[in-house]
């Protein structure tokens, strides 16, 4: 059982990045998926999230407008896609696995991916 993100990278303000979260060894149909990240000296935090059942998503105030989640049940895989990018959006990037969006428990994490934003 395994969740991977990956996607990260250096990028200038203004770029954009798309990160995947890729699942092997069980079924991401039966999940609602979170993104979330962690600066330095910083709590981690949720980005975005979406259902597992209507696709309905979440975002934090910071993203909205900037980050769009989705997930591709037939690939087991959920994407953000993130644009207008801002130093303050530098961190490392998680994925997980929650019951709903509503819910504070992650089931499986993902190991992070490092996002730099940066001139």
């Known amino acids: 059982v395994q969740l991977q993100a990956s996607g990260g990278g250096l990028v200038q303000p203004g770029g954009s990045l798309r990160l995947s979260c890729a699942a092997s060894g069980f079924t991401l149909d039966y999940y609602a998926i979170g993104w979330f990240r962690q600066a330095p000296g910083v709590e981690r935090e949720v980005v975005s999230c979406i259902s597992r059942s209507d696709g309905s998503t979440f975002y934090a105030d910071s993203v909205k407008g900037r980050f769009t989640i989705s997930r591709d049940n037939a690939e087991n895989a959920a994407y953000l896609q993130m644009n207008s990018l801002k130093p303050e959006d530098t961190a490392v990037y998680y994925c997980?696995?929650?019951?709903?969006?509503?819910?504070?428990?992650?089931?499986?994490w993902g190991q992070g991916t490092q996002v730099t934003v940066s001139s």
């Open positions: 997980g696995t929650k019951a709903s969006c509503y819910s504070d428990y992650v089931g499986y």
